[in-house]
T-cell receptor
Framework: DVKVTQSSRYLVKRTGEKVFLECVQD?????MFWYRQDPGLGLRLIYF???????EKGDIPEGYSVSREKKERFSLILESASTNQTSMYLC?????????????FGPGTRLTVL | DQQVKQNSPSLSVQEGRISILNCDYT??????FLWYKKYPAEGPTFLIS?????DKNEDGRFTVFLNKSAKHLSLHIVPSQPGDSAVYFC??????????FGKGTRLSVIA
């Protein structure tokens, strides 16, 4: 079974703190993604990466950065956390096989910024 | 501009009956579609997908129908069970691009 793990399920930080959210997948997938989910807004793409050291901005990259130094690990960084970054953060990894595209999500990190 | 739309924010269905969740899209380049189910405080779980070369895909109680001319797809769940109560997201992509998600439909299955 594909496993996507995220470093924390729940996190509470203060405004202005630097926050690291880690994501690790164990299936050697090239593609990895970071989303945030907010009520009524669905899943919005923050950043994605199709290879090591490669990153692309998604729809809402402002206030975030990412790092992908190893294939299995994709980190999301909030340089200076703000209250409007309180959200559920979801990491995903994806591959394409004979069955088509398969994208798997981690359990999510519920971040609260006070 | 929303490229993937789920126009019903919520749906209630009696246990044992059919649940039909709808999704419309505007981008004619989309060639692959997926449905995810999400419980509160958990990550989305993949349910079923369909390629644009097909018009139907079935997996157990779940069937997805694709109408390319209408740019419409639907997820049928038969029979509906209380454990199916969750938020369902429709998603689409064109080639190896990021998934574009709808805003979700909350399904409540009433016993």
């Amino acid at each position: 079974d594909v496993k996507v793990t995220q470093s924390s399920r729940y996190l509470v930080k203060r405004t202005g703190e630097k926050v690291f959210l880690e994501c690790v997948q164990d299936m050697d997938h090239e593609n990895m993604f970071w989303y945030r989910q907010d009520p009524g807004l669905g899943l919005r793409l923050i950043y994605f990466s199709y290879d090591v050291k490669m990153k692309e901005k998604g729809d809402i990259p402002e206030g975030y950065s990412v790092s992908r130094e190893k294939k299995e690990r994709f980190s999301l960084i909030l340089e200076s956390a703000s209250t409007n970054q309180t959200s559920m953060y979801l990491c995903a990894s994806r591959t394409v096989s004979g069955r088509g595209y398969e994208q798997f999500f981690g359990p999510g990190t519920r971040l609260t910024v006070l | 501009d929303q490229q993937v739309k789920q126009n019903s924010p919520s749906l209630s269905v009696q246990e044992g009956r059919i649940s039909i969740l709808n999704c419309d899209y505007t981008n004619s380049m989309f060639d692959y579609f997926l449905w995810y189910k999400k419980y509160p405080a958990e990550g989305p779980t993949f349910l079923i997908s369909i390629s644009s070369i097909k018009d139907k895909n079935e997996d157990g109680r779940f069937t997805v129908f694709l109408n390319k001319s209408a740019k419409h797809l639907s997820l049928h769940i038969v029979p509906s069970q209380p454990g199916d109560s969750a938020v369902y997201f429709c998603a689409a992509l064109s080639g190896n691009t990021p998934l574009v998600f709808g805003k979700g439909t909350r399904l409540s299955v009433i016993a």
